[in-house]
């Protein structure tokens, strides 16, 4: 079964002054495929970022961040798929390094403004002769208008490129957004790390641009599971080339920081919502509200129960309204006071489940006619709070297994 | 594909003086199965057990902790197949209720001192009719020869009944143990639940029962896991009838206590892992050890993320080393100052993964080798402490997702 939950293509990407991008087909890990990808920036761009938080994270993104940390100005990114340089110990540190060495050579600039990222198998030695083979080929080719080469080139097992652009106006000058992301899951260590680009041609500075990745990253990308496996190579990048003439944002809060902010995490939404849509075996999308918490950290802690549970997600695949596998999740999710009779289950707008069991008003046809679709909401209502948290996810099929039990093959 | 992973059947099965099993066929789910059980207690038998943490726990875990504490001596246990009264409400209480005073009227004894279990759907009307109509029949063909008939009226979708039988020679009294289960999962909230009862002739005081089962639990089906599902119906009760001539047990730590801990433990890590080799979809059973962490918390944590990462699960399907998934699910696991690079990673006797990366002597051919096995070990080596744990799972095949996703229909 192939379905594709993807409603939008990646198509009327607008360019963002102060980046270019060049793309290679380097024979990482197969031939006659885009697979490397060099992003330039105009000198004085800003770039913040966060990373995964897997304590065997990459070689790449140890010394991203080291080149972040030194702070000399970023004028290149470079992206490999095929491989990830994960769990190479200190030959893949080298590996890095050497990369951002061969690239900053043909840049005319220093190794430690180059950021390095790699996706792809785990454990095995980066190809780095063949990426450095390929960086002049990247370099040759970088134009402005290449956001939807760049974002096939970052593809591992993803079925669509995914990418967007939006403008918006802000104190009277029109600011470009344009993204790419890769993954088909959040979380897959081997094939599927999630890998993200956002630019804008807005200028902000070094301490608001941090901010806003991580305040955009706690919206999006933090909001979303295909099968609870945190990547080692996770990395969203946010790049500010201060192009055009908006003043220099300079403090978080500020109006014209929180028009951005809304702007690029709407961006990020969609993208993170793209790899959900193109998760691995995929059939449905699933959105998980929950409401009524008395934080943050519970309500995730019970959306996360339900969006990983195999049980829920194969129930899901098959259109099988057996809703109470959904109470079970929230049972186990750890909430120790949680009083399981006050709170209500909805399938979209459908009442399942309120004082501790099946509503009396719950009819299987009415969760039937719901499960047969491809968009799904789950809403649980607490009761116990004024806190909300909203997740994505999608189902578990044979697909999953399929994908996954023949990776490497 | 099916594989019978488990190798012993369950027969030689020795009576246990002071129990006696009956069964019948009560139509609960399907027609002309096996689906409701009685056994009943001499008087004077010691009951303890322990249940699930599920907050959505069914109807009978409820109001079987409640008869326990009620001290007035358990004279029977109740156990249905094909429907878990669990995310039933008030109702479900009432339905746990009706059951144990259908039953106490048989057996001219009080509705508290009758244990009631359930497994099967959850979130569905119990049909106690039907179960207070089946009652008679199986009151009326108890015997003590009977136990490998009862393994085979709890089960749901397991494939093989888990019985075993074991004597130990305490003080010169030969004392018997006989234990059953069921499960294809420890955790499966609607059709997998997993329910053990094991019974002893030894006597034991309440006290030191209710420690050896909860010990015993922590190192059998606390070890154990499928899919990462906690049950709503989870319950391991452990009888001590007192029908040898063994002075009787009252207190934790005495040489008979030990020698008596350890046989029944043998007995449920038995049955545990019986559980996990008939595991639904399971092709291969593994065991995870991990070896010198600072608690067993943390062993326990890096352990439970492997056996849950649907990434490793399903390389182990494909008999693919594909190992640097098991990297990243370590490196995910929540143990924040892990050093990763003071780690060994083992298949087997396997050097795959130390100084952060692949072992310099490891060879696909030998990863291979292993994981052609259906019994596998990983070995994690922390080297940041004395503690150790051990776990066992199975790995994640298409029959999982075929299973659950056609359960009801």
């Known amino acids: 079964m192939s ?18 991008l060049g793309i290679a087909q380097a024979n990482i890990k197969r031939e006659n495929r885009k697979d490397l990808l060099v992003m330039q920036l105009s000198e004085g761009a800003q770039v913040a970022g966060v990373f995964t938080q897997n304590r065997f994270c990459a070689a790449p993104v140890i010394v991203a961040r080291e080149h972040l940390a030194a702070a000399q100005g970023i004028r290149a990114l470079v992206v490999n798929t095929g491989n990830a340089n994960a769990g190479t110990g200190e030959q893949g540190l080298q590996d890095a390094r050497t990369t951002c060495a061969a690239l900053a050579g043909l840049l005319g600039c220093d190794a430690a403004q180059i950021l390095p990222f790699s996706t792809g198998v785990i454990m095995e030695a980066l190809p780095v002769a063949k990426i450095v083979a390929g960086l002049p080929a990247a370099v040759s080719n970088m134009v402005a208008d290449n956001w939807a080469d760049a974002a096939q080139a970052i593809m591992t097992t993803d079925l669509v490129a995914k990418a967007i652009s939006q403008q918006v ?6 600011v470009t957004i344009t993204g790419i992301a890769k993954g088909s899951g959040m979380i897959h260590p081997n094939m599927a790390t999630m890998l993200g680009y956002i630019a804008t041609d807005a200028a902000i500075a070094p301490a608001p641009l941090q901010a806003m990745v991580s305040s955009v990253a706690n919206r999006s990308f933090n909001c979303i599971t295909v099968d609870g496996d945190t990547s080692t190579n996770d990395s969203l990048m946010l790049i500010a080339t201060g192009k055009t003439a908006l003043p220099e944002v300079n403090v978080t809060g500020s109006p014209a920081y929180n028009a951005l902010l809304e702007a690029v995490a709407e961006v990020a939404i969609y993208l993170a919502q793209a790899i959900v849509r193109d998760g691995e075996g995929a059939t449905k999308f699933i959105t998980l509200q929950v409401e009524g918490g008395k934080d943050e950290a519970e309500c995730k802690r019970i959306g996360y129960a339900i969006a990983h549970s195999p049980l829920v997600k194969t129930a899901f695949f098959a259109s099988d309204p057996n809703l109470g596998r959904i109470l079970a999740a929230i049972g186990y999710a750890g909430v120790d006071d949680l009083e399981v009779a006050a709170l209500q289950l909805y399938l979209d707008e459908v009442l399942v489940a309120e004082n501790g069991g099946r509503a009396a008003s719950y009819r299987e046809e009415d969760g039937q006619r ?27 099929s044979y697909d999953y297994v399929k994908i996954n039990a023949s990776y490497r093959s």
Not at 12 to 19: E, F, R
Not at 373 to 396: E, K, S
Request: glycine share 6%; proline share 2%; net charge positive.
């Open 169 to 174: 106006v802000v104190d009277g000058v029109t």
């Open 3 to 20: 379905v594709n939950l993807n409603k939008r293509v990646a198509a009327q990407l607008l360019p963002v002054a102060g980046v270019v």
């Open 370 to 396: 719901v499960m047969a679709q491809t968009d799904i909401t789950i809403r649980v209502v607490l009761n116990r709070g004024a806190v909300n948290a909203t997740l994505w996810t999608c189902d578990f």
